[in-house]
């Protein structure tokens, strides 16, 4: 398998543009995870879903952010209107819950707001 | 208390030696344990994960989990420069697939 794929790998836009994050879990998996690293905070969950459906929103920041998952196969990280302070690397990670805990990540996406 | 701690480092040890790495964490977090380790720029990637008491070995890394201190750590032996990296502890609470991870802890392992 090609492992998690997120697009694009690196992003730069101008406060107030909308912003958005795609991932490609590993075929398969039922768990879809966003999270967001920053020096300053680590690495913060965001948001997850168990077969496309939002389980646990309460890491997402504020109401500029929102995600969705159509799809088995493709989620959406959306941040609209961006601020500078949303700079971060963002990752997407998936699991198997029937084969056990472990989370696979992709490979993030460096978002630079100025 | 923080649901998953660790000392952010950076810790830094020969080429050759153990390195060992801790991670306390909270009531909220007790059933699963993972360490991943995460080079500069790239994505974190699972080492090891232990759900009992007690040591679990595969090649140079060891676990240990001890669930009435509520710690795991992680043993790195025989450190080679290419183990510089921050490692990630994280917890499951259990009940959903939710991982809780530390801040890491940066390791440099000196030649």
């Known amino acids: 398998d090609a492992g998690v794929i997120q697009s694009p790998r690196h992003e730069v836009t101008e406060m107030g543009q909308e912003v958005t994050l795609r991932c490609k879990p590993i075929s398969g998996h039922d768990y879809l995870f966003w999270y967001r690293q920053t020096m300053m905070r680590g690495l913060e969950l965001l948001i997850y879903?168990?077969?496309?459906?939002?389980?646990?929103d309460s890491g997402m920041p504020e109401d500029r952010f929102s995600a969705k998952m159509p799809n088995a196969s493709f989620s959406t990280l959306k941040i609209q209107p961006s601020e500078p302070r949303d700079s971060a690397v963002y990752f997407c990670?998936?699991?198997?819950?029937?084969?056990?805990?472990?989370?696979?990540f992709g490979p993030g996406t460096r978002l630079t707001v100025l | 208390q923080k649901e998953v701690e660790q000392n952010s480092g950076p810790l830094s040890v020969p080429e050759g030696a153990i390195a060992s790495l801790n991670c306390t964490y909270s009531?909220?977090?007790?059933?699963?344990f993972f360490w991943y380790r995460q080079y500069s720029g790239k994505s974190p990637e699972l080492i090891m994960s232990?759900?009992?008491?007690g040591d679990k070995e595969d090649g140079r890394f060891t676990a240990q989990l001890n669930k009435a201190s509520q710690y795991v750590s992680l043993l790195i032996r025989d450190s080679q420069p290419s183990d510089s990296a921050t490692y990630l502890c994280?917890?499951?609470?259990?009940?959903?697939?939710?991982?809780?991870f530390g801040t890491g802890t940066l390791l440099a392992v000196q030649p």
């Open positions: 232990i759900y009992s008491n």
């Open positions: 879903f168990n077969n496309n459906v939002p389980i646990d």
């Open positions: 990670a998936s699991t198997d819950r029937g084969a056990g805990d472990t989370q696979y």
């Open positions: 009531d909220r977090v007790s059933q699963s």
């Open positions: 994280a917890g499951n609470g259990g009940a959903t697939n939710k991982l809780i």
